[in-house]
């Protein structure tokens, strides 16, 4: 004889009993039982690891001038005295635009672009032809 219960207010269904006690979780350690109580494991002699790896590449050249700098290009690996070309730079513009403000006029606007120190200073190999790097004066 089962005796049937009415949900009236809503509430959820009661739980269904579980296992009273479920398997234990797998043991940490697989098949090998844990080490005795003050076990010390016996100190491996320490391992000396030797990497090579090939010869890397020459660091970024030695600082550059504002004019031609002996260095080595990373490109041909020769060692050379850079060529230098000489291009306006935003400091180049702003000067020229505080010349012509101050100045009242265009005359002194075009000074900046004929001075070599207010210019960036690009080097190149004069070999290989290949950008090597670039001064900007401060």
Same mark, same amino acid.
């Given at each position: 004889?089962?005796?049937?219960?009415?949900?009236?207010?809503?509430?959820?269904?009661?739980?269904?009993?579980? &296992?009273?006690?479920? #398997? +234990? =979780?797998?043991?940490?350690?697989?098949?090998? *039982?844990?080490? @005795? $109580? /003050?076990? &010390?494991?016996?100190? #491996? +002699? =320490?391992?000396?690891?030797?990497?090579?790896? *090939?010869?890397? @590449? $020459? /660091?970024?050249?030695?600082?550059?001038? +504002?004019?031609?700098?002996?260095?080595?290009?990373?490109?041909?690996?020769?060692?050379?005295?850079?060529?230098?070309?000489?291009?306006?730079?935003?400091?180049?513009?702003?000067?020229?635009?505080?010349?012509?403000?101050?100045?009242?006029?265009?005359?002194?606007?075009?000074?900046?672009?004929?001075?070599?120190?207010?210019?960036?200073?690009?080097?190149?190999?004069?070999?290989?032809?290949?950008?090597?790097?670039?001064?900007?004066?401060?």
């Amino acid at each position: 004889m089962t005796i049937k219960l009415e949900n009236k207010m809503g509430l959820p269904p009661p739980y269904e009993q579980s &296992v009273p006690n479920p #398997a +234990p =979780p797998p043991s940490y350690f697989g098949n090998n *039982p844990p080490p @005795p $109580a /003050g076990f &010390v494991a016996p100190e #491996a +002699p =320490p391992r000396t690891t030797v990497i090579t790896s *090939p010869q890397a @590449p $020459a /660091g970024p050249p030695g600082k550059l001038g +504002p004019g031609p700098t002996g260095t080595t290009c990373q490109t041909c690996n020769k060692t050379v005295v850079t060529r230098v070309d000489y291009v306006p730079n935003n400091r180049t513009h702003i000067i020229s635009a505080a010349l012509c403000i101050l100045a009242g006029c265009c005359c002194g606007c075009f000074v900046p672009y004929c001075m070599r120190s207010c210019k960036t200073a690009n080097h190149y190999c004069p070999q290989c032809k290949a950008f090597v790097g670039a001064f900007t004066p401060s």
